[in-house]
T-cell receptor, first 113, second 114 residues
Framework: DGGITQSPKYLFRKEGQNVTLSCEQNLNHDAMYWYRQDPGQGLRLIYY???????QKGDIAEGYSVSREKKESFPLTVTSAQKNPTAFYLC????????????FGQGTRLTVV | AQSVTQLGSHVSVSEGALVLLRCNYS??????LFWYVQYPNQGLQLLLK??????LVKGINGFEAEFKKSETSFHLTKPSAHMSDAAEYFC????????????FGTGTRLLVSP
């Protein structure tokens, strides 16, 4: 079945460490996104990519980095510069057409310990 | 830039009662509008979408929403709530200008009591 796979589901990080969240899709979608979810704040866009080897900052990109070397993959690195990284992270993908919706992965819950 | 406002962070209904979740949007161009549902510790699942066809949109699980341009609203309704409807619901908007970039509301948690 086609879909988006995020791993791991739960991740614990010590302060000062970088961690990478994985996102893979087999929907043949061109566009991919990373959102951060905090209670009461909805989903906020971190980074998005419309095509391989290209990506743009979203609303809260500071402290995060991404790469898009393959169409299927869009990993997110949470760096030590991110002041408050504990959150639920969601990856999504879509076609470029505005007529179709975004499909979401199951999320990764990151906790700084 | 587009934005979404969801009135009420929590809505409580009894099983069998009408569900009404409110969403108002702001967009400088004709919008596309979406409702998503999220169960605890899971991703988002599309309930329904408006893409400038019929203004009354029917979705999965008996939900529907009506696009009202004059009121800039896209409220979600269901005639009779079921216990399994308890979840968080997000309204989202994107601009009808090519590349889709969704902007989400802050979400409404629906509580269903027996």
């Amino acid at each position: 079945d086609g879909g988006i796979t995020q791993s791991p589901k739960y991740l614990f990080r010590k302060e000062g460490q970088n961690v990478t969240l994985s996102c893979e899709q087999n929907l043949n979608h061109d566009a991919m996104y990373w959102y951060r979810q905090d209670p009461g704040q909805g989903l906020r866009l971190i980074y998005y990519s419309q095509i391989v080897n290209d990506f743009q900052k979203g609303d809260i990109a500071e402290g995060y980095s991404v790469s898009r070397e393959k169409k299927e993959s869009f990993p997110l690195t949470v760096t030590s510069a991110q002041k408050n990284p504990t959150a639920f992270y969601l990856c999504a993908s879509s076609t470029e057409s505005g007529l179709t919706e975004a499909f979401f992965g199951q999320g990764t819950r990151l906790t700084v310990v | 830039a587009q934005s979404v406002t969801q009135l009420g962070s929590h809505v409580s209904v009894s099983e069998g009662a009408l569900v009404l979740l409110r969403c108002n949007y702001s967009s400088s161009v004709p919008p596309y509008l979406f409702w998503y549902v999220q169960y605890p510790n899971q991703g988002l699942q599309l309930l329904l979408k408006y893409t400038s066809a019929a203004t009354l949109v029917k979705g999965i699980n008996g939900f529907e929403a009506e696009f009202k341009k004059s009121e800039t609203s896209f409220h979600l309704t269901k005639p009779s709530a079921h216990m399994s409807d308890a979840a968080e619901y997000f309204c989202a908007v994107s601009e009808n200008t090519g590349f889709q970039k969704l902007v989400f509301g802050t979400g409404t948690r629906l509580l269903v009591s027996p």
